[in-house]
């Protein structure tokens, strides 16, 4: 039995619920990690179980109908996965499937049966090794992830891009190895598991840190940004009118600007805001300067040229605002990311 298949057994047992584990559908077109026989109040249902090592983003539910389909010819389809929020157990419920997490929260769902526990109302902290950190390590962490799928880069060409020196470079990319999330590709360059490493980051990234005001504009998200680029030297736009200029998802109704000094509201026809609930435009002097991708990364919005934060800090940004449509627009800058040319 898997690890975390294993624990939520001892979930659902400890719940009061009498389980029975049989094997898996190894054969299978979607593999059947287990097979799990539920008995509560005299109901008996059988779940068809898949592990998977990390949860699903809203927008690769669709991809998963397939799995459920093959699952459900096993039992009901249940999905197991080390943390599951509040917002994407509604979406998988919706999706048709039932789940549960490592942190004890389920929801199983069979003809007259439904069983439903909550335990946990953020993901764990990590509990494994940390990413590097210290100079210049997000900065070669972000271009690793943002190289395409057969370029191999070297300790001096990721030196040059995050501004650090070759041995520092060097450390970071051992310690990384060690983590295996990238590997050796020969003669001195370096192979990174980009999917992993970038789940990794969007894990444990603890922010940008730094400085930030809130402002509140009657104009629109993409109208701030167009203005921050053109009077001020070094910004970097992001959620949510960053993403949806490289992958439009919905109208922004909000904007983080991210600049190397702290603005000026009058020069870009910004009032004070009282907080974040009431603000439309956030602007953020960044202790972590790898928000500012190297080289820049830019967009046009109606003939202007707007300065754009890095992928994955656009991304961390989405997650961390919160909210369906932002972790949905999310999983798709992610996908955009991951299989660019």
């Given at each position: 039995?898997?690890?975390?298949?294993?624990?939520a057994v001892?979930?659902?047992?400890?719940?009061?619920?009498?389980?029975?584990?049989?094997?898996?559908?190894?054969k299978?077109?979607?593999?059947?990690d287990?097979?799990?026989?539920?008995l509560?109040?005299?109901?008996r249902a059988?779940?068809?179980?898949?592990?998977?090592?990390r949860?699903?983003?809203p927008?690769?539910?669709?991809?998963?109908?397939?799995?459920?389909e093959?699952?459900?010819?096993?039992?009901q389809?249940?999905?197991?996965?080390?943390?599951?929020?509040?917002?994407?157990?509604?979406a998988?419920?919706k999706?048709?499937?039932?789940?549960?997490?490592?942190q004890?929260?389920?929801?199983?769902?069979?003809p007259g049966?439904?069983?439903?526990q909550?335990?946990?109302?953020?993901?764990?902290?990590?509990?494994?090794?940390s990413?590097?950190?210290?100079s210049?390590s997000?900065?070669?962490?972000?271009a690793?992830?943002?190289?395409?799928?057969?370029d191999?880069?070297g300790?001096?060409?990721l030196?040059?891009?995050?501004?650090?020196?070759q041995p520092?470079?060097?450390?970071?990319l051992?310690?990384?190895s060690?983590?295996?999330?990238?590997?050796s590709?020969?003669?001195?360059r370096?192979?990174p598991?980009?999917?992993?490493?970038l789940?990794r980051?969007?894990?444990?990234?603890?922010?940008?840190?730094?400085s930030q005001?809130y402002?509140?504009?009657?104009?629109?998200?993409?109208d701030v940004?167009v203005r921050a680029s053109?009077?001020?030297?070094r910004v970097?736009?992001?959620?949510?009118?960053?993403?949806?200029?490289i992958?439009?998802w919905?109208r922004?109704?909000?904007?983080?600007?991210?600049?190397?000094?702290a603005?000026?509201?009058?020069?870009?026809?910004?009032v004070?805001?009282?907080g974040?609930?009431?603000?439309?435009?956030?602007?953020?002097?960044p202790?972590?300067?790898?928000?500012?991708?190297s080289?820049?990364f830019?967009a046009?919005?109606?003939?202007?040229?707007?300065?754009?934060?890095?992928?994955?800090?656009?991304i961390?940004?989405?997650?961390?605002?919160?909210?369906?449509?932002?972790?949905e627009?999310?999983?798709?800058?992610?996908?955009w990311?991951?299989?660019?040319?």
């Amino acid at each position: 039995m898997k690890a975390m298949i294993m624990d939520a057994v001892r979930w659902l047992r400890g719940s009061g619920l009498t389980v029975d584990y049989m094997g898996g559908a190894e054969k299978a077109s979607a593999p059947v990690d287990a097979v799990l026989d539920v008995l509560a109040s005299g109901r008996r249902a059988r779940f068809a179980v898949e592990e998977k090592k990390r949860a699903p983003y809203p927008n690769e539910l669709g991809r998963l109908g397939l799995a459920r389909e093959e699952l459900a010819r096993h039992g009901q389809p249940l999905l197991v996965m080390p943390f599951v929020s509040e917002s994407l157990g509604a979406a998988l419920t919706k999706a048709g499937w039932s789940w549960a997490d490592d942190q004890g929260d389920f929801d199983l769902r069979a003809p007259g049966l439904l069983l439903r526990q909550r335990r946990a109302m953020t993901a764990p902290a990590p509990k494994r090794r940390s990413l590097p950190q210290g100079s210049g390590s997000y900065a070669i962490i972000r271009a690793l992830i943002g190289r395409r799928t057969d370029d191999e880069p070297g300790a001096t060409v990721l030196a040059h891009q995050a501004g650090v020196s070759q041995p520092r470079a060097s450390q970071v990319l051992r310690q990384l190895s060690g983590l295996d999330l990238i590997e050796s590709a020969g003669r001195g360059r370096w192979r990174p598991h980009r999917e992993a490493l970038l789940d990794r980051f969007l894990a444990d990234y603890p922010g940008p840190r730094g400085s930030q005001q809130y402002f509140y504009s009657l104009d629109s998200p993409a109208d701030v940004a167009v203005r921050a680029s053109a009077l001020h030297p070094r910004v970097a736009v992001s959620a949510d009118t960053g993403p949806d200029l490289i992958v439009p998802w919905r109208r922004p109704s909000m904007v983080i600007v991210y600049a190397a000094h702290a603005a000026d509201p009058a020069d870009l026809d910004l009032v004070d805001a009282q907080g974040a609930h009431d603000a439309n435009v956030i602007v953020r002097v960044p202790e972590d300067r790898s928000v500012f991708p190297s080289p820049a990364f830019t967009a046009d919005v109606r003939g202007s040229t707007v300065s754009l934060a890095d992928p994955t800090q656009m991304i961390w940004d989405l997650q961390d605002l919160g909210g369906a449509d932002r972790l949905e627009a999310a999983g798709r800058l992610r996908e955009w990311l991951l299989t660019r040319p």
